[in-house]
Each structure stands twice: as C-alpha cells, then as structure tokens.
C-alpha cells in the first residue's frame, strides 16, 4: 500500500507537467485545427533559458534560491512566448489557406531546427543543476519504507491547478477567451464580425508557449537534468495526453496529462521500466479505437 501512495504521488507529479504542455497542443488545435508538432521543442527552450537565468545570476551571487527561482520563471516564460510568436508567423500563418499536410511539415522542420538551434548554441552534453527546492513531508511509514510527499511535488501540483483554473476561466469569462471560442466555432465568420483572427491566433501560440516553459521549468527542476532532445519525447507524450482526454479541451488535456503520468509511474514501479512509453503509446491506441474523440472530446460537428 505504502509504495501504491508512493507511485500516486509521483505519477502526479508528472502528469502535472504533461498536463500543461498538452494544453498548449489543445488550445492550439482548437483554434486552427492544426497539431503545433514544434511546441515539445518550446518547452525545451523554456527549461535551456531557466537553466541560463538560474546559472548566470547564481554565478554573481544575486538572491537566494526562491528569487532566482521567480526570475527564471519569469524569463522562460518571455523567451518561450517569444518563440511561440515567431513560430507562428513563420511556420503557420504563411501557410494557413493551404492544405493540412504543408503546415504539418513546416512545425516538424521548425522542430528539427530548434533541436539543432539549442544543440549548436548551448552543446549536446547533459545540463545540470543542483537541486534547489529540498525537504517535504512524510505521509506514511512502515518498517523501512517511508511515504514521502517534497515540497516541489507541492509546488508543481499546486502550480498546475492554479494556471489550470486560471486558463478555464480566462477562456470562460473574459473578451480574449469570447474571441478565441469565437474563432475556434467559425474562424472566417468571426473575421467578417470584426475580430482580429490573426493576432487571437497569435495571442493562442503564445499562451500555450508560456504554458510549456512553465512545464519546462517544472521538468528542470524536478528532474535536475535537461538536453536539446528532452522536447521531442516529453512533447509527443504530452500531445499523447491531449489526444487521450479529448483534443481541443482544456480539462481532457489536464485528464490526459495526469493518466500518462500514472500509467508511467506505476508501470514503472510494478513492471520493467524500459516498457513504460510502450504502456502510454498502448492505452492511447486503445482510446482511439474505442472512443475516438478522446475521454472528454466532443465529436466535429461538419459545418453546411
């Protein structure tokens, strides 16, 4: 049982991190119906600028772990959305009244120059960083084997619903979210009612982008450890994840995120490790072939 909360808490953890970066593949696709297949590599750029915040300013000795912390945080998220800007009126705008297929490849080249962008400016070794959030709680304890709960597994957890519930109702409630469901039910119909289909779109990149680097933060320190390839896994799992609750909602990317994460750490932690994608990859073809639109996806409904 101890070692069943143990994985619990881990699987959470992680799907955590899945979950915000799955967001981004969703919001995306609800909108201009496109999957952003480069934005595994924005959360890469998100955790490789933490990572140079972090390192620069503790080279000058400038604040303690919690401010270099925020700093980072706040940088990843500003070169992220820079990025998820640039992505979009490079790779996607240009490219938007064309057939599906042209836009899919142009994301996999930008994916492909990011990873080779990263590995030539910043090296193909290994980065990294000594842990900086320690400490946490003991949940439960039997003979050798004690339960515990880290205060950064807190963090990341608590970090995920905040933004989660924050996006719901940003989506839900205010004129930026009224604008991009707006465009997500009839993009050419919104433009003929006046509402700027371009920059909601490019407003939608950058959101999702500071999602990711927020993810990627998370990932870094979590993990303590990041390369120019960590986006190309993490972000097919998390586009996994989106597929698995229902491409195009926020709550089934959030569902999706957290099943990956426990079906990960469970299998893990039951069976052998080198299985673990091939478990996630497994369940997603067995969502797809039962119930197509994901756990909490809506079926298209063909516009006449």
């Known amino acids: 049982m101890e070692y069943f909360v143990q994985q619990l808490i881990n699987g959470l953890a992680l799907g955590s991190i ?37 390192v620069g300013l503790g080279a000058v000795g400038f604040g303690g772990a919690g401010v270099l912390i925020i700093l980072a945080l706040l940088a990843a998220m500003l070169i992220a959305a820079v ?30 120059f990011l990873q080779n962008f990263v590995q030539l400016s910043q090296g193909a070794r290994v980065k990294p960083l000594q842990p900086m959030v320690e400490g946490g709680f003991v949940v439960m304890e039997k003979g050798n084997f004690a339960v ?17 519930a924050g996006f719901s109702l940003l989506i839900a409630k205010t004129p930026i979210g009224r604008t991009q469901r ?48 960590i986006g190309f896994l993490v972000g097919i799992k ?31 932690g039951y069976f052998t490790v080198e299985y673990k994608d091939v478990a996630a990859f ?14 909490l996806g809506r079926p298209e409904v063909e516009k006449v």
């Open 182 to 229: 707006a465009c997500e039910q009839d993009m050419k119909m919104a433009s003929l009612l006046g509402l700027d289909v371009n920059r909601t779109i490019s407003l939608t990149f950058v959101m999702g982008a500071a999602l990711a680097a927020v993810a990627g933060m998370m990932f870094l320190l979590y993990y303590g450890v990041i390369d120019f390839f």
């Open 282 to 295: 497994a369940i997603l073809v067995l969502v797809l072939i039962f119930r197509p639109t994901g756990l």
């Open 18 to 54: 899945y979950g915000l970066i799955a967001i981004g593949y969703t919001m995306v696709y609800g909108i201009i119906g496109m999957i952003n297949f480069a934005h595994g590599d924005i959360f890469m750029v998100g955790a490789f600028g933490a990572l140079i915040v972090i």
């Open 238 to 268: 998390a586009f996994t994840a989106a597929v698995l609750g229902g491409i195009g909602s926020l709550p089934g990317a959030m569902l999706g995120g957290l099943l990956i994460g426990l079906i990960e750490t469970f299998w893990s």
């Open 83 to 112: 990025y998820g800007w640039a992505l979009e009126r490079v790779a996607y705008r240009p490219l938007r009244g064309s057939f599906r297929l042209a836009a899919l490849i142009s994301a996999i080249g930008m994916s492909i």
């Open 148 to 164: 515990t709960l880290s205060y950064l597994q807190i963090i990341i957890v608590v970090t995920t619903v905040v933004l989660m």
